[in-house]
């Protein structure tokens, strides 16, 4: 604050509030990461539902995210472990973008089942993986044939393609 005397003297105090702005942009940057993550989990679990990827529900459901404020992160994820075949795809349709490549062919698996996988891997004609299939069946086992899943990048996607919303998250917390 700025005062004048009768002799022209100016007397100024300058106080310093940068430990309450900093205070604030701190609770700012946590909220822009929790927004965000709730956002990137509602993102992901919308894709997973227009694909009608939905058997169990459990995949849809498992779906969270976790601010990480030492890393001033947030991880976006699903702990069941075929989430990440829904990702990335598998045999035929894999992307390779995570590094490995899919299978091709057909492939018999049981669901759920792995006491009764066929093949360890092993690839098929069509002809062939349908025999098997069939065989397994006459025995009372739910077998199916695949050549794989079409990735459904909900991670890469749900964020991706919603960066304007992101942005625009964090410019509403940074301006309250």
Same mark, same amino acid.
């Given at each position: 604050?700025?005062?004048?005397?009768?002799?022209?003297?100016?007397?100024?105090?300058?106080?310093?509030?940068?430990?309450?702005?900093?205070?604030?942009?701190?609770?700012?940057?946590?909220?822009?990461?929790?927004?965000?993550?709730?956002?990137?989990?509602?993102?992901?679990?919308?894709?997973?539902?227009?694909?009608?990827?939905?058997? =169990?529900?459990?995949?849809?459901?498992?779906?969270? @995210?976790?601010?990480?404020?030492?890393?001033?992160?947030?991880?976006?994820?699903?702990?069941?472990? /075929?989430?990440?075949? @829904?990702?990335? #795809?598998?045999? =035929? /349709?894999?992307?390779?973008?995570?590094?490995?490549? #899919?299978?091709?062919?057909?492939?018999?698996?049981?669901?759920?089942?792995?006491?009764?996988?066929?093949?360890?891997?092993?690839?098929?004609?069509?002809?062939?993986?349908?025999?098997?299939?069939?065989?397994?069946?006459?025995?009372?086992?739910?077998?199916?044939? =695949?050549?794989?899943?079409?990735?459904? @990048?909900?991670?890469?996607?749900?964020?991706?393609?919603?960066?304007?919303?992101?942005?625009?998250?964090?410019?509403?917390?940074?301006?309250?």
């Amino acid at each position: 604050m700025a005062k004048g005397t009768s002799g022209g003297n100016w007397t100024i105090r300058v106080e310093d509030h940068s430990a309450e702005i900093l205070k604030d942009l701190e609770a700012a940057k946590e909220r822009i990461l929790e927004n965000w993550g709730q956002l990137g989990v509602t993102n992901a679990v919308d894709i997973i539902t227009a694909a009608s990827r939905i058997d =169990t529900d459990a995949m849809r459901g498992s779906f969270s @995210h976790q601010v990480q404020k030492s890393e001033d992160a947030v991880y976006v994820g699903s702990p069941i472990s /075929y989430a990440k075949f @829904h990702e990335f #795809g598998t045999g =035929t /349709y894999h992307d390779s973008s995570d590094g490995k490549q #899919g299978r091709k062919g057909w492939w018999v698996y049981v669901p759920g089942d792995t006491d009764h996988q066929v093949g360890n891997g092993k690839v098929y004609s069509k002809q062939e993986a349908l025999k098997i299939m069939f065989a397994l069946r006459a025995k009372g086992l739910d077998a199916r044939i =695949t050549q794989g899943v079409k990735p459904l @990048h909900m991670l890469k996607n749900g964020i991706g393609d919603h960066i304007s919303e992101f942005k625009q998250i964090a410019e509403n917390e940074l301006k309250k």
